[in-house]
Structures are given as structure tokens and as C-alpha cells.
T-cell receptor, first 113, second 115 residues
Framework: AQSVTQLGSHVSVSEGALVLLRCNYSSSVPPYLFWYVQYPNQGLQLLLKYTSAATLVKGINGFEAEFKKSETSFHLTKPSAHMSDAAEYFCAVSARSSYKLIFGSGTRLLVRP | EADIYQTPRYLVIGTGKKITLECSQTMGHDKMYWYQQDPGMELHLIHYSYGVNSTEKGDLSSESTVSRIRTEHFPLTLESARPSHTSQYLC??????????????FGPGTRLTVL
């Protein structure tokens, strides 16, 4: 069975600092991996996804993530945080044989001025 | 503009009432999903549909039911609401294309409070 673990329910960074949100997955075969962002009182929006092409995936709003099979990780990074990045971020995994997404518990990103 | 809509956005009702949460999408997607999300928690899949007249229960047991009579419409119904049903409900759809790597598009959600 697949699962996703997001380390840190809250991450706080200063504006302009590096953002690093951690995601580890459990899967017997390389899955598809996704990062979604949720702003207050809104649905989820896709930031980026890994589908077994390039291991370094670039997404919207300057975010990127690197798939590391040896570490079963798919951490999300952004070189310089902006106040508008403050939101809830969810990592999700999908088996190659299923359309269903399994979500992590989410990480709330706080950006300090 | 292609989009996915949910109504109502907020609903406060009393115990025992029957409610229907509406979800519609204009993208022609075959696959649609309902998730339940408690505050600060992960999303749990409660229902999904891979096409008209096709519905399945998700990974989290739910007392709600769904129907899929038209491609664009996927309503969720609670016959008798209880305080334990208080949560946010998110509807999503995905492209009928080639694989599970396709993005799921989410509606804005319905925040339900049962008193």
C-alpha cells in the first residue's frame, strides 16, 4: 500500500529565505508524485508533478521538486520565499495502476516579513 | 472558461436534515472525486466515479451517497446529517486522457457545519 509522509506540520521562513518542504513516500514501484497548494477557503491547485521523465521538476510560482528514488523523497523547494507563498502544501502519490491520489497530512508554510 | 464549481460554499444545518452538495465541471472530464478534509488535516477520498452511472466508495468510509447521471454533475447527499459530518468537502475531476498521472482539478469546497 502506498503512503505519504510530510515532515513538519508547520514551517516558518523569513521573506526571501529558502523554502524546503519535505515529502517521503512509500511505494513498491516508482509512483506518480504531486505537490498541491491550498490557499485559505479555496480548493487545491497543482504546483508540479513527477511522472518519470526528468527527476528535477519545475512548477508554477518558482517552485521545484526533485525525485530521489534512493531516498524515496520528493521535497519541494523555492529559492526565495514571498509573502504570497503562505498557504497549506500537500504532497500526494498515485500508483501507476490507479487514478486515486493518496495525500499527506499537509504542511502549513508561514512567511515572516 | 473551463472550471469546477461547488455549491453551497458554506452550509450550517441542524441534525437530521437531508442535504445535497453540488459539484459540476465544464471540462468534459470522465473521472470525478469527492474528498473529505478536516481542518489542518489531509484529504480522504470518500467517493469516486469513472463515468456516467459509475460510482465507487473511496478509502474513507462515509455515510454519504453520490450519483453520476450526467458527465458534468456529481452531487453528494447526506440523508440525515449529524455533527460528526461537520467537515470540508472537496470535489475534483481529472482528464479522461491516458493515465493516472493526469492532474486532478479541485473545486473551492463546501464547508459543512452540522449543529
Amino acid at each position: 500500500a502506498q503512503s505519504v509522509t510530510q515532515l513538519g506540520s508547520h514551517v516558518s521562513v523569513s521573506e526571501g529565505a529558502l523554502v524546503l518542504l519535505r515529502c517521503n513516500y512509500s511505494s513498491s514501484v516508482p509512483p506518480y508524485l504531486f505537490w498541491y497548494v491550498q490557499y485559505p477557503n479555496q480548493g487545491l491547485q497543482l504546483l508540479l508533478k513527477y511522472t518519470s521523465a526528468a527527476t528535477l521538476v519545475k512548477g508554477i510560482n518558482g517552485f521545484e521538486a526533485e525525485f530521489k528514488k534512493s531516498e524515496t523523497s520528493f521535497h519541494l523547494t523555492k529559492p526565495s520565499a514571498h509573502m504570497s507563498d503562505a498557504a497549506e502544501y500537500f504532497c500526494a502519490v498515485s500508483a501507476r495502476s490507479s487514478y486515486k491520489l493518496i495525500f499527506g497530512s499537509g504542511t502549513r508554510l508561514l512567511v515572516r516579513p | 472558461e473551463a472550471d469546477i464549481y461547488q455549491t453551497p460554499r458554506y452550509l450550517v444545518i441542524g441534525t437530521g436534515k437531508k442535504i445535497t452538495l453540488e459539484c459540476s465541471q465544464t471540462m468534459g472530464h470522465d473521472k470525478m472525486y469527492w474528498y473529505q478534509q478536516d481542518p489542518g488535516m489531509e484529504l480522504h477520498l470518500i467517493h469516486y466515479s469513472y463515468g456516467v452511472n459509475s460510482t465507487e466508495k473511496g478509502d474513507l468510509s462515509s455515510e454519504s451517497t453520490v450519483s453520476r447521471i450526467r458527465t458534468e454533475h456529481f452531487p453528494l447527499t447526506l440523508e440525515s446529517a449529524r455533527p460528526s459530518h461537520t467537515s470540508q468537502y472537496l470535489c475534483a475531476s481529472s482528464d479522461p486522457g491516458t493515465g493516472p498521472h493526469n492532474e486532478q482539478f479541485f473545486g473551492p469546497g463546501t464547508r459543512l457545519t452540522v449543529l
